[in-house]
Structure formats: structure tokens, C-alpha cells
């Protein structure tokens, strides 16, 4: 799968990532723990980006996966800024509740810079 996959409890802790995850997460210089996932919490992660400054965008995911893990909204989306290194990129994230009885969530961020680029 070419995005970049978090399967989440219903308490927002990562329990499983896929490949795209880790590849994604290696080349924007994450820790380890949040390479692999299992067990971080999701919302922090978010909420600690950019060396821990506040950030509108992140703060905006944190609240959407939260309202989607307690059903206050039925899928959240938002297209966000994530530049590597070397190159301005954009990501289309959205979060889509599990409907197992444990509850839980799936984000998944699909890279969109091709698509932003040539509609500048």
C-alpha cells in the first residue's frame, strides 16, 4: 500500500504501522519508537512536532482523531505541509473509526505533493 498506515486503539496508542509508516518516519528523522509504533501514542506524537511548539495543523489532527476514537464524528480529514529535508511535500490524512467492539482507529496519510505542485 503506497500510504503511510497507523492502526490505533481506542485510546490512540499505535498498534500497528505499516512499511510506507516506517519509510516515512525514518526519512523525517522520528525516534525510534514512533519508527515502529507499537504502543506511542499518536495524539502526542502529533501534538510534540516541530521540537515540541505548538503547530495549528497538528493540533487540528490531534482533535480529529480524538473526536473519531469517541464517535463525535464519523471520519476526519486534513491535508497538511511535512517537508523532508530536501523538498517541500503535502499529505492528505484521514482517519476512518474500526468498527470492532474494542473500538480503535486507522490513519492513513497519503502523500499529495504531486497533486499541490501542479495546481501552484
Avoid at 523525517?28 to 501534538?47: E, M, S
Wanted: hydrophobic share 30%.
Amino acid at each position: 500500500m503506497s500510504g503511510n498506515i497507523a492502526v490505533l486503539d481506542a485510546d490512540g496508542k499505535i498498534l500497528a504501522v505499516n512499511k510506507g509508516w516506517k519509510e516515512f518516519a525514518k526519512e523525517n528523522g522520528a525516534p525510534p519508537d514512533l519508527i515502529l509504533g507499537n504502543g506511542q501514542d499518536y495524539r502526542a506524537a502529533c501534538r510534540t512536532q516541530d521540537g515540541g511548539e505548538p503547530n495549528q495543523s497538528a493540533k487540528s489532527a490531534s482533535e480529529g482523531i480524538a473526536d473519531v476514537l469517541t464517535h463525535k464524528r464519523s471520519t476526519y480529514s486534513q491535508e497538511y505541509r511535512c517537508d523532508s529535508p530536501s523538498e517541500p511535500r503535502w499529505y492528505r490524512m484521514t482517519v476512518t473509526p474500526l468498527t470492532s467492539p474494542r473500538g480503535g482507529a486507522v490513519i492513513s496519510h497519503q502523500d499529495i505533493t504531486e497533486l499541490k505542485l501542479a495546481n501552484e
